[in-house]
Nanobody, 115 residues
Framework: QVQLVESGGGLVQPGGSLRLSCAAS????????MGWYRQAPGKQRELVAT???????NYADSSKGRFTISRDNAKNTVYLQMNNLKLEDTAIYYC?????????WGQGTQVTVSS
């Protein structure tokens, strides 16, 4: 059974930082492309960042320079370090695991940026 469990969300002021974590089980983590997506109220789910098994990263324009995706294959965990958070970063953040033509999703973690 595949499980992706996100953690680390919360309430933060503009300009603050958060680090999200996603612990995976039930997959051969090291071969999967891991990613973070987000969905704000009334909007479609959108890419935040992805990281392939080979270490190639892809960031949305809105994430570049502020967010960093990383992974620890020994811990089956992917991270998203978010710095200089803005009001428009408020959303539910979802972890994604893509491999063997199957895309798994976590339940999401809420990130709220508010003063």
């Amino acid at each position: 059974q595949v499980q992706l469990v996100e953690s680390g969300g919360g309430l933060v002021q503009p300009g603050g930082s958060l680090r999200l974590s996603c612990a995976a089980s039930g997959i051969k983590f090291s071969i999967y492309t891991m990613g973070w997506y987000r969905q704000a109220p009334g909007k479609q789910r959108e890419l935040v960042a992805t990281l392939t098994s080979g270490g190639t990263t892809n960031y949305a324009d809105s994430s570049k320079g502020r967010f960093t995706i990383s992974r620890d294959n020994a811990k089956n965990t992917v991270y998203l370090q978010m710095n200089n958070l803005k009001l428009e970063d408020t959303a539910i953040y979802y972890c994604s695991a893509l491999g063997n033509l199957i895309n798994y999703w976590g339940q999401g973690t809420q990130v709220t940026v508010s003063s």
